[in-house]
């Protein structure tokens, strides 16, 4: 407990934004080494979320996939089974590429922007904090979407990608469907990202700043710890149908008409989802409203874990350099 309030110096300090002016690198780093700590760390319990949101949606020549797991510890333990714990990590290297991207140019937008538009951190409101917060996350994934790509098909057990280079794994999808095929998902991953990050960076912040100046907490682990795993929540319920959408698109190809035949085999080239909005509305149409929140227990359970390695992280480094 603190003996007394906080100036506005003191709040700079506790954010770590002395001396970290629009044009600093440290954001970026910081941000992108935190992002592939904690990716690495929950990377198991994003691969059941996949696993479970794509069941019931189709995927290649409209063909439904097949429901198989019950939630999340039956997935964990059935794919441990059944494919080896090997396979929980399948995908682990676009996702690293992808932290290391989406990551840096994500965190580093946020803090770059806010201290451009806010020059005291007293002086923070929430909508600027919103704004920052959106468009970082905006551009940081549209900008990671091929790794994201390839991260949810690798993910979802598709084989062809598993003996492959990430290079070859990029050439591949390429060759196939296009520079489309790259930016499969773009839309409703730019959206998902502007609110997951829209919603989770200012709730994180505000919780810290709060904490700090009500004398509940100085700013140490258990402050991070709180804020982050709050702002998981928030960014769980926001996020999840817009997520669901984003995965289920990105798991269906539609090739070329020279790729039209993969191993000998005929595939079929027609979208089964036209759009977001069309994959949202068939998804409903077919399997109900609660179809949207698919996978919510490991989502929540990830931003959990996700955000807690990540701040802490996040906020260690920033006080080591």
Same mark, same amino acid.
């Given at each position: 407990?603190?003996?007394?309030?906080?100036?506005?110096?003191?709040?700079?300090?506790?954010?770590?934004?002395?001396?970290?002016?629009?044009?600093?690198?440290?954001?970026?780093?910081?941000?992108?080494?935190?992002?592939?700590?904690?990716?690495?760390?929950?990377?198991?319990?994003?691969?059941?979320?996949?696993?479970?949101?794509?069941?019931?949606?189709?995927?290649?020549?409209?063909?439904?996939?097949?429901? +198989?797991?019950?939630?999340? /510890?039956? &997935?964990? $333990?059935? !794919?441990?089974?059944? @494919? %080896? *714990?090997?396979? #929980?990590?399948? =995908?682990?290297?676009?996702?690293?590429?992808?932290?290391?991207?989406?990551?840096?140019?994500?965190?580093?937008?946020?803090?770059?922007?806010?201290?451009?538009?806010?020059?005291?951190?007293?002086?923070?409101?929430?909508?600027?904090?919103?704004?920052?917060?959106?468009?970082?996350?905006?551009?940081?994934?549209?900008?990671?979407?091929?790794?994201?790509?390839?991260?949810?098909?690798?993910?979802?057990?598709?084989?062809?990608? +598993?003996?492959?280079?990430? /290079?070859? &794994?990029? $050439?591949? !999808?390429?060759?196939? @469907? %296009? *520079?489309?095929? #790259?930016?499969? =998902?773009?839309?409703?991953?730019?959206?998902?990202?502007?609110?997951?990050?829209?919603?989770?960076?200012?709730?994180?912040?505000?919780?810290?700043?709060?904490?700090?100046?009500?004398?509940?907490?100085?700013?140490?682990?258990?402050?991070?710890?709180?804020?982050?795993?709050?702002s998981s929540l928030g960014g769980a319920v926001a996020s999840t149908p817009l997520d669901v959408?984003?995965?289920?698109?990105?798991?269906?190809?539609?090739? +070329?008409?020279?790729?039209?035949?993969?191993?000998?085999?005929?595939?079929?080239?027609?979208?089964?989802?036209?759009?977001?909005?069309?994959?949202?509305?068939?998804?409903?149409?077919?399997?109900?409203?609660?179809?949207?929140?698919?996978?919510?227990?490991?989502?929540?359970?990830?931003?959990?874990p996700w955000n807690i390695i990540f701040f802490v992280t996040f906020e260690q480094l920033k006080?080591?350099y």
């Amino acid at each position: 407990m603190y003996s007394q309030i906080p100036t506005d110096d003191i709040l700079e300090e506790t954010s770590g934004t002395r001396g970290m002016g629009p044009s600093d690198w440290r954001p970026f780093i910081y941000g992108g080494v935190s992002a592939c700590i904690a990716e690495f760390g929950t990377f198991p319990i994003d691969t059941t979320k996949t696993r479970l949101q794509i069941q019931g949606g189709r995927c290649d020549a409209g063909q439904v996939v097949t429901r +198989k797991y019950n939630g999340m /510890l039956h &997935a964990l $333990l059935k !794919i441990s089974h059944e @494919e %080896g *714990i090997r396979a #929980l990590y399948f =995908g682990i290297k676009p996702a690293v590429l992808r932290q290391a991207t989406y990551g840096t140019i994500k965190f580093g937008i946020y803090y770059s922007l806010k201290q451009m538009l806010v020059k005291n951190p007293g002086e923070e409101r929430l909508g600027i904090n919103v704004f920052c917060a959106v468009t970082a996350g905006v551009v940081s994934s549209a900008m990671a979407n091929p790794t994201d790509v390839l991260k949810v098909r690798l993910q979802s057990g598709r084989t062809d990608f +598993k003996e492959k280079s990430l /290079l070859q &794994a990029f $050439l591949s !999808i390429y060759r196939q @469907e %296009g *520079i489309q095929g #790259l930016w499969r =998902g773009v839309f409703p991953t730019a959206q998902r990202a502007g609110v997951i990050v829209g919603v989770e960076l200012p709730i994180y912040d505000m919780c810290k700043h709060y904490f700090i100046k009500m004398n509940i907490l100085p700013d140490n682990a258990t402050n991070h710890f709180l804020s982050s795993f709050i702002s998981s929540l928030g960014g769980a319920v926001a996020s999840t149908p817009l997520d669901v959408v984003r995965t289920r698109v990105m798991n269906q190809r539609k090739l +070329k008409s020279s790729a039209a035949q993969v191993n000998g085999a005929a595939v079929c080239t027609s979208r089964v989802y036209a759009s977001a909005l069309d994959c949202m509305v068939q998804t409903v149409k077919l399997e109900g409203p609660l179809a949207l929140y698919k996978g919510f227990i490991p989502t929540w359970l990830r931003l959990g874990p996700w955000n807690i390695i990540f701040f802490v992280t996040f906020e260690q480094l920033k006080k080591l350099y």
